[in-house]
């Protein structure tokens, strides 16, 4: 990422953060663990990652927010910060930001009481061009996507999606992932999320899948807490298990 570009999205960033604080006072129902939720929230999260490419530990600090221009447009946000060993040596830089542009095109009722919400957007990832301290993945990044939120009776969100990342600058990345999320709400306001990626990378023809359970509760309102589990799945995982904890401010 050169200059400009980090002062282009530091800059997307800020205007993000204070763009959700405006908007704070509206009722919130969904699941912010859903992307396709029309919900506008802050996450403060670290996640730790182990055997990272089997390699050594990776410490991810990161923000992840969203918020809702209008009913159908909503933008995510994510700044990660990585404190890694994966090189022999302990490091510590930026890793990347994301800006994630989601669009509603409709959503409706089926016949069995199903509610669905379909949805298309595109990422831009921008790298901080720190490989020589074994921080990102060398590329900058652009990703169209599709999706669907299904509403299950019972309370169940499934949400299925396809993904496609295509690299504009630095290494070639041409990766295209399926993604499954459930979301179960549980009683006392908490609720569990599964969440499976299987991506292809066509240029290195393997398969990094991985998988995420993350329990959580809604203290208030306006506060959340969860903790999460990860692991990698397959001879290509990227990394062996993770452990995460977030705390979400809803607005």
């Not at 997307?12 to 959700?20: D, I, P």
């Not at 050594?56 to 992840?64: H, L, P, Q, S, W």
């Not at 060398?138 to 299925?160: C, E, R």
Request: proline content about 4%; overall charge negative.
């Amino acid at each position: 990422m050169n200059g400009l570009s980090k002062y282009v999205v530091f800059v997307c960033l800020v205007v993000a953060v204070l763009y959700t604080s405006r908007t704070m006072g509206a009722e919130v129902e969904e699941n912010a663990s859903n992307p396709l939720a029309k919900v506008s929230n802050v996450d403060v999260k670290w996640q730790h990652l182990d055997s990272f490419a089997g390699l050594g530990e990776v410490n991810d600090r990161f923000i992840d927010g969203a918020f809702m221009i209008n009913p159908k447009l909503k933008i995510k946000y994510e700044l990660h910060h990585w404190e890694t060993d994966v090189t022999g040596r302990s490091e510590s830089g930026f890793d990347k930001a994301v800006i994630k542009v989601i669009y509603f095109p409709t959503q409706g009722k089926l016949a069995n009481g199903t509610t669905y919400r379909l949805a298309v957007g595109l990422d831009l990832i921008e790298d901080f061009d720190n490989q020589d301290k074994g921080i990102g993945t060398g590329a900058d990044q652009i990703a169209p996507f599709a999706g669907i939120a299904l509403g299950l009776k019972g309370g169940m969100t499934v949400i299925p999606l396809v993904q496609q990342f295509w690299s504009y600058s630095g290494v070639d990345v041409n990766t295209t992932a399926a993604r499954v999320i459930a979301i179960k709400p549980l009683p006392q306001k908490m609720w569990l999320k599964l969440d499976f990626i299987v991506p292809y990378d066509w240029e290195l023809d393997t398969i990094p899948a991985t998988g995420e359970i993350q329990f959580g509760k809604n203290f208030s309102q306006k506060i959340a807490l969860y903790v999460e589990g990860k692991f990698g799945i397959g001879g290509d995982k990227l990394y062996d298990w993770g452990v995460g904890v977030g705390v979400r401010f809803k607005f």
